[in-house]
């Protein structure tokens, strides 16, 4: 890792990286790819949430599930479409 690159990590989380990518005959739309970002995103703030429920209830409910909510309802996720046209 780069000097560059401590700043990108969270403390406490090993970076990651991703496997290349399959290959399909029939190409995924920008509503695909927001769609499948979506999905990962609900897969991790539910992750999140579990956990904040087991370490504080309140802190769970009050902070985390609002800053959840926030990010559901983020946008577009215009981000996304951009990067995959």
Do not use: N
Request: include cysteine; charge should be negative; hydrophobic fraction near 40%.
């Amino acid at each position: 890792m780069t000097e560059s690159e401590k700043g990108l990590c969270m403390l406490g989380l090993r970076p990651t990286t991703a496997g290349p990518a399959e290959t399909t005959d029939d190409p995924l739309t920008a509503p695909d790819a927001t769609g499948a970002v979506e999905a990962v995103l609900e897969r991790i703030l539910d992750a999140h949430l579990s956990q904040a429920r087991d370490v504080d209830p309140v802190y769970a409910r009050d902070v985390a599930g609002r800053v959840a909510g926030l990010v559901r309802r983020g946008g577009k996720r215009l981000r996304t479409a951009f990067a995959w046209c």
